[in-house]
């Protein structure tokens, strides 16, 4: 059972309003993998996401 989920910005609209393009599309794909892991609860993977995507935008930035 494919358990992804396809996530739309307004899902979380007001919690990615404020970051840039490619952050938000890293947060989708970060958030599809931690809910699919079982691990998180949707909040818990969206703030976790956000987290993860702007360290990985800001590691490219050097």
Do not use: P
């Not at 890293?26 to 931690?34: F, N, Q």
């Amino acid at each position: 059972m494919d358990r992804k989920r396809n996530w739309t910005f307004e899902d979380f609209h007001a919690k990615l309003d404020e970051l840039d393009d490619d952050i938000r599309s890293k947060v989708l794909e970060i958030v599809d993998g931690l809910m699919e892991s079982g691990q998180y609860t949707e909040n818990g993977a969206i703030q976790e996401g956000i987290v993860q995507a702007e360290e990985w935008f800001y590691s490219l930035e050097g």
